[in-house]
C-alpha cells in the first residue's frame, strides 16, 4: 500500500492533545487547527500532521512513492463520530409523524402499541439478510456524510433472539464495510408485550439471560437502558446497569429525556460513559456527571424532529460536562444519518459554538464510546480516518446547513468517499 500524502488543506482541523481526557469548558473551543496543513499516512496510520512545509521537507525523497492528494482551499478533520445510534432497524414510521403533526405525543404512540414497538415488529420480522442491507444502505449516507465510526444500539428484538439478531447484524457491518461500528446492547429499550403482565420477568431475562450471552459472544461493550417513567425506572435501570458491569459491559444510558427521573445521577452513580439526551437532566445530577467525568451525549436532532426544546448544552459546558454530539439515528424520534445537520442544529438550537460542535462530533465523541486513543483526532498513531470537505474553513461545514460539504472520506488510510460518491 503506498503511503497517502494529503497535503496543503486550508484548514487541518486536529483537536490534537486530549486523547487522555475530553475537552471540557472553554477548551472545547481549542480545535488546534493548522493553516495549510499535511498529513502523512502509512498503512492505515497517520505517520506525520503539520505545516506542508515541514512535512514537505521531511519526506522529501518519500513522496514520488506516495498517492498525493491536493486538499487546497478544503478543510480536513478527524473523520466524524456518531456516539449514539439505533442504526439495526427494519421498517419506517412516517405515519406515526402525521399522527404527531395532528397533536399526539411521542409516548402516548408507544403507549397505543406503536413507536419502539412497531419498529420491533417489522425488525423482528426481518430476515437477517434483509436487516443487513437496510443498514448497510443507512451506514453509507453516513460515510457520505463524513462519519467514519458509529455505535449501533440493539433494542428492536426484546427477545434473546432478536437482541442477538441484530447484535450479528452489527457485527457483520463492522467486519464488511468500511465504516467501524461499535455495539451497545439496548434489551432494556422497552417492555416487549408479551412480558407486559411480567415486567420484572422481563428484567430478569435481560440480566440473567441476554447479558451473560451478548458478553460471552463478544456482541457488545456497553449496556444501555431507556430510563424514562412508563418504561424504566431508575432502580430497574440500575439493576440492569450493574447487572452489565458484571459482565463487563460499561453502561450508558438514555436519560432525562422527557421529564427530569434521576437519569443523571444514575449515570454518574454507576460510573456510566456516558448520559444521553438530558433535555430535562437536574442541576444536582450535571454537577455529579462533570464530577465522575460523564460525558453528555446531546441528540438536538432528535429534539428538532419531536418538536421540543433542545437540552441546555450552555448548563452542561458551563457545569463542566464534556459533551458529544449524536444523529440518535432512528425511525421514530430522528430519522437522519446527517451528523453535519447535527452540529447546526447544535449551534442553532442549543447555542453551541461551531468549534463546540465539532470538538463534539470528533474527540469528545470518541470518548463517548471508549475509542479516544485511537481515533478522534489527527496525530501521529491514530488511524487515518479522515474528511475532507469542500468548505474554506469548519465553520462552514454547518454554517450552510443542510449541505452535504463531504468531499472526500479516508477510512483506514483508503479513499472510500470520492467526489462526494462512495467507492468501495
Ligand atoms: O433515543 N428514546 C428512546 N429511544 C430512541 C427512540 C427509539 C424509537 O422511537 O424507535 C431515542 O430517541
Ligand atoms: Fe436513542
Known amino acids: 500500500m503506498r503511503p497517502l500524502f494529503i497535503r496543503r488543506a486550508r484548514q487541518l482541523v486536529t483537536l490534537a492533545g486530549s486523547s487522555a481526557a475530553p475537552l471540557v469548558r472553554e477548551k472545547m473551543n481549542d480545535l488546534q487547527i493548522i493553516e495549510n496543513g499535511s498529513v502523512w499516512i502509512e498503512r492505515g496510520v497517520i505517520i506525520a500532521v503539520g505545516p506542508d512545509d515541514e512535512l514537505a521537507h521531511r519526506f522529501a525523497d518519500r513522496i514520488s512513492e506516495a498517492d498525493v492528494i491536493d486538499a487546497r482551499g478544503k478543510t480536513v478533520t478527524p473523520g466524524l463520530i456518531d456516539p449514539h445510534t439505533h442504526l439495526v432497524y427494519a421498517g419506517s414510521r412516517e405515519h406515526e409523524w402525521t399522527m404527531r403533526l395532528r397533536g399526539a405525543t411521542y409516548m402516548e404512540i408507544m403507549n397505543a402499541g406503536g ?5 420491533t415488529k417489522a425488525t423482528r420480522e426481518a430476515s437477517e439478510e434483509m436487516l443487513y442491507e437496510e443498514s448497510k444502505r443507512r451506514l453509507d449516507l453516513f460515510l457520505l456524510h463524513g462519519v467514519t465510526t458509529v455505535e449501533a444500539k440493539s433494542g428492536y ?4 433472539e ?8 452489527a ?3 463492522h467486519d464488511t464495510h468500511p465504516v467501524d461500528v461499535v455495539s451497545t446492547f439496548l434489551g432494556a429499550h422497552a417492555v416487549p408485550p408479551e412480558w407486559k403482565d411480567d415486567r420484572d420477568g422481563y428484567i430478569r431475562l ?4 441476554m447479558i451473560p450471552e451478548v458478553s460471552r459472544r463478544g456482541l457488545a461493550e456497553f449496556n444501555d ?3 424514562e417513567r412508563g418504561v424504566f425506572t431508575p432502580d430497574e435501570a440500575r439493576r440492569i446497569l450493574e447487572a452489565g458491569k458484571a459482565h463487563g459491559l460499561t453502561p450508558k444510558i438514555h436519560a432525562d429525556e422527557i ?3 434521576g437519569g443523571a445521577e444514575l449515570a454518574a452513580e454507576v460510573g456510566a460513559i456516558s448520559a444521553d439526551h438530558l433535555l430535562r437532566a437536574s442541576d444536582e445530577g450535571l454537577r455529579r456527571m462533570a464530577e465522575r467525568g460523564v460525558i453528555g451525549v446531546l441528540l438536538p436532532g432528535t429534539a428538532f424532529f419531536l418538536m421540543t426544546q433542545a437540552a441546555d448544552a450552555r448548563r452542561l459546558i458551563d457545569n463542566g460536562v ?3 454530539l449524536a444523529t440518535d439515528c432512528n425511525p421514530g424520534s430522528s430519522p437522519t444519518v446527517s451528523l453535519p445537520l447535527v452540529m447546526s442544529l447544535a449551534c442553532l438550537h442549543m447555542r453551541m459554538t461551531p468549534a463546540e460542535a465539532l470538538a463534539a462530533a470528533t474527540i469528545n465523541a470518541a470518548h463517548a464510546i471508549g475509542r479516544s486513543h485511537v481515533i478522534g483526532s489527527l496525530e501521529p498513531g491514530k488511524k487515518a480516518d479522515l474528511a475532507i470537505f469542500n468548505a474554506a474553513n469548519y465553520m462552514q461545514i454547518m454554517y450552510y446547513y443542510g449541505v452535504n460539504h463531504t468531499e472526500m472520506v479516508i477510512k483506514d488510510g483508503k479513499i472510500v468517499v470520492n467526489e462526494g460518491k462512495v467507492c468501495i
Open 115 to 119: 413507536g419502539i414497538h412497531a419498529t
Open 157 to 160: 428484538g426484546l427477545s434473546f
Open 162 to 169: 432478536g437482541e442477538i439478531k441484530q447484535l450479528e447484524v
Open 171 to 173: 457485527k457483520r457491518l
Open 206 to 209: 435481560i440480566m440473567e439471560v
Open 225 to 227: 437502558v431507556f430510563c
Open 259 to 261: 421529564e427530569p427521573y
Open 322 to 324: 464534556p459533551v458529544a
